[in-house]
């Protein structure tokens, strides 16, 4: 009659192994994990039963240590006639330059935003991602309040993402902004290009078609895609900077009133502190744009 074998192995585990009628272990295909332990397979009469999750989706559910999951997408209302970012405020997107970091602050052009949670994310002043809560001031939600990143000096080099996490609707766009001036006291920055975020009303969340990647990580770009409904001649251009360079063009998309995407069959890599954008153009001006990206970073 056939028997089993009951050992521990050289880490102390137990495993049990059949042998034959005369006591002779039976050697078949067997799986081992990462530490050389033995392990089973569930089946159904005799047939293994196999899950094959997709990669991307494992890295989703958090199975993939070390790998992060990024959707970022966008909006511009009112493209130009010539390139603009594709983000809530329009127009052209303007980045601290390398080394150079800011506290921020956020602020409302409503005095009614009062006492409102926010999540703002982006990149901190030693180059890694910051996710920082902060609350819209108590009697007057036009009044700027500091972004504590959470870094050793508190500042940013980069945001891209601010999501209302309130009970509540806001009222009136959400700024955030690298400088607080505020001669006129309405809540939005004297100086356009210190604002670094828009939360329109309708959005709770901003929308912007740009994302940093943290120090010491690559990017894996896996998917870019971009719609318009205005018939206008429509250009998308997507960009990489690579720190201490300039933005170099790695894929242009021409529509009119349709929809587009691409799936990269080998992601495209990207290096830490690299940053990352869509642009757009419609012949004439008064185009409306929608475009984003997929990736992850490990």
Do not use: C
């Amino acid at each position: 009659m056939p028997g089993y074998i009951t050992g521990a192995d050289s880490g102390g585990d137990s495993h049990t192994v059949r042998t034959d009628t005369d006591g002779k272990l039976l050697v078949g295909a067997q799986l081992v994990d990462e530490n050389g332990a033995l392990y089973g397979v569930k089946h159904i009469g005799n047939k293994p039963r196999v899950s094959a999750m997709p990669y991307y989706v494992d890295i989703s559910e958090g199975n993939v240590p070390g790998h992060v999951a990024v959707n970022k997408f966008g909006h511009n209302s009112d493209t130009g006639a010539t390139l603009e970012d594709v983000w809530d405020y329009s127009g052209a997107y303007t980045y601290l330059a390398d080394d150079t970091f800011a506290t921020m602050y956020i602020s409302s052009d409503s005095a009614a935003d009062t006492g409102m949670l926010f999540n703002v994310q982006g990149i901190d002043d030693e180059y890694n991602f910051f996710s920082a809560n902060v609350t819209t001031d108590a009697s007057d939600g036009r009044t700027f309040v500091a972004i504590d990143t959470g870094s050793t000096g508190g500042d940013a080099w980069r945001v891209f993402r601010v999501i209302n996490l309130s009970g509540t609707n806001q009222t009136g766009n959400i700024y955030v902004s690298k400088d607080n001036t505020d001669a006129g006291g309405d809540g939005i920055p004297d100086t356009v290009s210190n604002i670094q975020a828009q939360v329109k009303a309708y959005a709770q969340q901003t929308l912007m078609a740009l994302w940093t990647v943290p120090t010491g990580k690559t990017a894996y770009l896996t998917h870019i895609y971009a719609s318009t409904g205005t018939a206008k001649v429509t250009e998308i251009h997507v960009y990489a900077r690579p720190f201490g360079g300039v933005f170099n063009i790695k894929y242009i998309i021409s529509l009119l009133g349709n929809a587009f995407t691409h799936r990269y069959d080998f992601p495209f890599s990207i290096a830490g502190k690299s940053d990352i954008k869509i642009m757009a153009s419609a012949s004439g001006g008064g185009g409306e744009v929608s475009a984003g990206f997929d990736l992850w970073y490990e």
